[in-house]
């Protein structure tokens, strides 16, 4: 494999096999990994960082297991590094996003967030470090994407996708979703959700749900997803958002 490392990569995709050779893209249930990720993936990053200087675009896929903060440090020297898309099994957690935060040139971002206990414990900050940002897609349970949205700066965000797993009840995401909707640009264009969510409650309408968005003006995409709850979707809501948007 490093043989095919050329300086003139401008992208990379790594996809590892999975034991039932499937691929997913998108996953509704808590990440909770077992292990590190294995240490050859972490040699393979630090060649990466060290021979592909015109690199644009890392993808990896399939890759189970919690991501070093260290690994994505060798990257930092790669200024034409503007896309970083980490499949949904790898696990991000605060140091890493403080990594990431470091990349000044970084444009997408794909991550599956999983803070660790002493991560909660501590106050988060990631400082400016998204500010030039255009599209952001987390993974994660409702607590930690809330968190770390809360921490940071989103200027420039364009496109916004949120899976957001084990959500306890209606009521709770529609508090959650507001305090991210109020950290980031009302400008946004783009916008898909996933939400998996408890059973056992009352059907609302699907406008309440997401009711901060509703405003919006820019919005030109619009999805959502929900697993195990079902919105209500009558006249009235398909009228709001004919008006919204």
Same mark, same amino acid.
């Given at each position: 494999?490093?043989l095919l490392? @050329?300086?003139s990569?401008?992208?990379?995709?790594?996809s590892?096999?999975?034991?039932?050779g499937t691929?997913?893209?998108? $996953? &509704?249930?808590?990440?909770i990994?077992?292990?590190p990720?294995? /240490?050859?993936f #972490?040699?393979l =990053?630090?060649?990466i960082?060290?021979?592909l200087?015109?690199l644009?675009r890392?993808? =990896?896929?399939n *890759?189970p297991?919690? *991501?070093?903060?260290?690994?994505?440090?060798y *990257? /930092?020297?790669l200024?034409?590094?503007h896309r970083?898309e980490?499949?949904i099994?790898?696990?991000? !957690?605060?140091?890493? *996003?403080q990594?990431l +935060?470091?990349?000044?040139?970084?444009?997408t971002l @794909?991550?599956?967030?999983?803070?660790r #206990?002493e %991560?909660?414990?501590?106050?988060?900050d990631?400082?400016?470090?998204f500010?030039?940002?255009? #599209?952001l897609?987390?993974?994660? $349970?409702? #607590?930690? &994407?809330?968190?770390v949205i809360?921490?940071? @700066?989103?200027l420039a965000?364009?496109s916004?996708?949120l899976e957001?797993c084990t959500?306890?009840?209606?009521?709770?995401?529609? !508090? %959650?979703?507001?305090?991210?909707? +109020?950290r980031?640009p009302?400008s946004?264009?783009?916008i %898909?959700l996933?939400?998996?969510?408890?059973?056992?409650?009352e059907p609302?309408s699907l406008?309440t749900?997401?009711k901060? =968005?509703?405003?919006?003006?820019?919005?030109?995409v619009?999805?959502?997803? /929900?697993d195990?709850?079902a919105?209500?979707l009558?006249?009235? %809501?398909?009228r709001s958002?004919a008006?919204?948007?």
């Amino acid at each position: 494999l490093t043989l095919l490392l @050329s300086p003139s990569l401008r992208t990379v995709v790594l996809s590892f096999s999975r034991a039932n050779g499937t691929m997913r893209h998108r $996953r &509704l249930q808590p990440l909770i990994p077992a292990s590190p990720i294995p /240490t050859h993936f #972490e040699a393979l =990053v630090q060649l990466i960082g060290s021979t592909l200087p015109h690199l644009t675009r890392l993808q =990896v896929l399939n *890759l189970p297991g919690s *991501l070093p903060s260290h690994c994505m440090s060798y *990257l /930092t020297r790669l200024h034409q590094l503007h896309r970083i898309e980490l499949g949904i099994d790898t696990a991000a !957690d605060y140091h890493v *996003l403080q990594c990431l +935060s470091r990349f000044p040139s970084l444009r997408t971002l @794909s991550v599956a967030v999983v803070l660790r #206990e002493e %991560d909660r414990e501590q106050e988060l900050d990631l400082g400016p470090g998204f500010l030039g940002l255009e #599209e952001l897609h987390l993974n994660g $349970r409702a #607590e930690d &994407l809330v968190a770390v949205i809360q921490v940071s @700066s989103f200027l420039a965000l364009r496109s916004l996708s949120l899976e957001i797993c084990t959500v306890d009840s209606p009521d709770a995401f529609m !508090d %959650d979703f507001a305090v991210i909707c +109020s950290r980031v640009p009302k400008s946004i264009s783009k916008i %898909d959700l996933a939400v998996s969510m408890n059973y056992g409650f009352e059907p609302i309408s699907l406008t309440t749900l997401v009711k901060p =968005v509703l405003s919006w003006g820019a919005v030109t995409v619009f999805k959502v997803q /929900t697993d195990n709850y079902a919105p209500i979707l009558d006249n009235d %809501d398909l009228r709001s958002f004919a008006e919204a948007w």
